[in-house]
């Protein structure tokens, strides 16, 4: 049952933007929070941008001042605005709930970010 289905990457140059999307099922875009989680090879699923109710917006340091996290409830998409992409952003790009406790396993099948310098 794909409950997570992300779009939007590709391959760009350093200094372009990209804005990823993800289609959610309601019972995780109506959760508590979601976030967007990047991994390269060889690496953990690192968190780098969520936007969480009540809560607002975080960013992981690499990407602050850069990227921008958003939801559309009518459409339960949340987005990922990625500006003055570099080299260091390039790896698949996951959409999940924010609280890793919540995942259980469950990913959608990502989409690739590649940035060339």
């Known amino acids: 049952q794909v409950q997570l289905v992300e779009s939007g990457g590709g391959l760009v140059q350093a200094g372009s933007s990209l804005t990823l999307s993800c289609a959610a099922a309601?019972?995780?875009?109506?959760?508590?929070?979601m976030g967007w989680y990047r991994q390269v090879p060889g690496k953990t699923r690192d968190l780098v941008a969520a936007?969480?109710?009540?809560?607002?917006?975080h960013y992981a340091d690499s990407v602050k001042g850069r990227f921008t996290i958003s939801a559309d409830s009518a459409k339960m998409t949340v987005y990922l605005r990625m500006d003055s992409l570099k080299s260091e952003d390039t790896g698949v790009y996951y959409c999940?709930?924010?609280?890793?406790?919540?995942?259980?396993?469950?990913w959608g099948q990502g989409t690739q970010v590649t940035v060339s310098s």
């Open positions: 309601k019972n995780i875009f109506t959760s508590t929070g």
């Open positions: 936007i969480r109710r009540g809560a607002g917006t």
């Open positions: 999940n709930y924010a609280d890793r406790r919540l995942i259980q396993g469950n």
